[in-house]
């Protein structure tokens, strides 16, 4: 618990210092993903680990109705303000919420499920499990779950501060969980698998190494 408060007390004072940490521009996931949602006839998505919403907003101008939820009261609250302030007050609804608690609606709720590196984040495997169930739970028969998480290919991976299963804490102070392909397959039960593949995500002082997973509830 101790680490997990750390955890969130770090992103609050990141999106503090940086309004636009992740920058303005949508994630490379989001743009891939955009056509897999409309090929799907998707609505309404349901995305976790939201941050500050630069792949809300994505979604939002392409008319989705979005649920935003992220633990961090900071981003959360920004992007409040950024709702009002671009009147999306319509189609995107912000929430705090721990998706380590149930999430806070009903069975067959949403046609998509979206997160970019949010299950990369300090997660037990049991924990990521227990939270792709939930994800499969609200979403509607045939509904998709597309996210993104750090890989075993990446070059931090393996380095730093052991912090558990194949989870390492790096000079920024963030906990990062990587995944093998194997273990994302593992962790799908109960889904199709659309398909898993790998993508690079650049950054200023590397390129981070990601897969792109896209899982549909059966019927």
Not at 41 to 54: A, H, K
Not at 88 to 101: G, S
Request: charged share 30%.
């Amino acid at each position: 618990m101790q680490e997990e408060t750390s955890q969130k007390k770090q992103w609050d004072n990141t999106y503090t210092k940086a309004e636009d940490f992740f920058g303005k521009e949508p994630s490379e996931l989001a743009v891939s993903a955009l056509p897999t949602l409309k090929d799907h006839g998707v609505r309404t998505v349901l995305e976790l680990g939201c941050g500050q919403g630069r792949d809300t907003w994505y979604f939002a101008r392409n008319g989705m109705a979005v649920t935003a939820l992220d633990y961090s009261e900071t981003g959360v609250c920004q992007m409040r303000d950024a709702v009002e302030r671009e009147r999306l007050d319509d189609v995107v609804t912000v929430m705090v919420h721990d998706a380590r608690a149930p999430l806070p609606f009903p069975d067959s709720a949403f046609d998509a499920v979206y997160s970019h590196m949010f299950f990369t984040m300090e997660f037990s495997e049991e924990e990521v499990s227990r939270m792709l169930g939930d994800c499969r739970r609200v979403l509607r028969p045939g509904g998709l779950n597309i996210y993104s998480v750090r890989n075993d290919h990446d070059p931090h991976y393996g380095k730093f501060e052991p912090r558990g299963k194949d989870m390492w804490k790096n000079p920024l102070g963030f906990v990062v969980h990587f995944f093998t392909e194997e273990k994302l397959r593992e962790l799908s039960a109960g889904y199709e698998i659309l398909w898993i593949k790998e993508f690079d995500e650049p950054s200023p002082a590397y390129t981070k190494k990601l897969y792109e997973v896209a899982l549909r509830r059966p019927g």
